[in-house]
């Protein structure tokens, strides 16, 4: 009985597949500690009491966290884009419910889903943290 158990056991543990491939492809971006408050009084956060904003909060994440606002949720992504090596043109712009890399192909990124935009789809989506609300801050973290 006990080899059986094990046999099974073994097979299960064998069976069981990974997905490399999409691994491979998106290790871009570092699994950096995040843990971060923002007061929503200020005014460089204001924007995200109106649905459909979005603020870039730099020197947090890998290349800032970027923060939007649909009028019910809201949504943090890490503002690299996790389809380029790091550099200073892989840094997302935000624009509404959108952000863009700055690199010569434009990649575009959904703020609500985290899904690449445009005609080509891309492998790797945006890197997502968790966001609590408590009164007028919002905690970002990991």
Known sequence: MKYFIVIIFTMFLFSCSSNREEDENC????NVPVNEVINL???????L???GNSVRVPNIGNGGVIVA?????YF??????PNHVQASCSVLEPSGLNA??????KNEYSLVTGQSLGDNTLRCGLKNYRI???GNTLTIFN
Do not use: E, R, V
């Open 49 to 51: 009491q109106f649905a």
């Open 27 to 30: 290790k871009f971006l570092l």
């Open 41 to 47: 009084s200020f005014p460089q956060y204001s924007q």
């Open 132 to 134: 609590q609300k408590n």
């Open 69 to 73: 606002f649909t009028g019910g949720d």
């Open 100 to 105: 863009t890399c700055g690199c010569d192909d």
């Open 76 to 81: 943090a992504w890490d503002a690299s884009d």
